[in-house]
């Protein structure tokens, strides 16, 4: 069985549903758009900021006149949910019984992992070696690029799902 997928969601590294977010934000529903988007990407408000947008090259749109401006959208639909100062709820299984995991990082990597591992009803502790989440996105990546705030935001939606994270350590 052959699934055909839109250029642009074969060139999002995340395979992101494009066409879907973006449909959602034509019909002014932004938050579906952003659950849409947390799907595949755990840190929608960073990604919307620093994202290289390779989807952007492959729309179709392009061939028209200009692509549809991909990231923008994301960091849209992610900067309304922060200025309304919604959380997203935390839909957590009970399947994962309560075993612990521990994570080694609260890179970008480490925080997807947990935060999916926590919906899954897993206790998840992260071991961080800095004082600060978010690896080379909170410290290699220039405050005027990404914003500490917006990365911190992110990282929130995490810890209120019950993730914790130890730093120093």
């Known amino acids: 069985k052959t699934i055909v997928t839109a250029p642009c969601m074969n060139a999002c590294p995340a395979h992101l549903d494009i066409p879907g977010y973006v449909e959602c934000v034509k019909d002014?529903?932004?938050?579906?758009?952003?659950?849409?988007?947390?799907?595949?990407?755990?840190?929608?408000?960073?990604?919307?900021?620093?994202?290289?947008?390779?989807?952007?090259?492959?729309?179709?749109?392009?061939?028209?006149?200009?692509?549809?401006?991909?990231?923008?959208?994301?960091?849209?639909?992610a900067d309304d949910e922060m200025q309304r100062?919604?959380?997203?709820?935390?839909?957590?299984s009970p399947n994962g019984g309560g075993k612990k995991v521990a994570i080694i990082g609260a890179g970008p990597a480490g925080v997807a992992a947990a935060y999916k591992l926590r919906l899954k009803g897993y206790r998840v502790t992260i071991f961080e070696t800095l004082p600060v989440p978010g690896g080379m996105a909170a410290v290699g990546i220039p405050p005027y690029r990404l914003p500490k705030d917006i990365l911190n935001r992110d990282i929130e939606v995490i810890t209120r799902a019950g993730v914790e994270i130890v730093y120093n350590t």
């Open 28 to 77: 002014l529903r932004y938050q579906d758009s952003l659950d849409m988007i947390r799907q595949g990407v755990i840190l929608p408000s960073v990604c919307g900021r620093v994202c290289v947008h390779p989807c952007e090259e492959a729309c179709r749109r392009g061939q028209l006149d200009q692509p549809v401006s991909i990231r923008a959208l994301k960091r849209y639909v």
């Open 85 to 92: 100062e919604y959380w997203p709820p935390a839909e957590i």
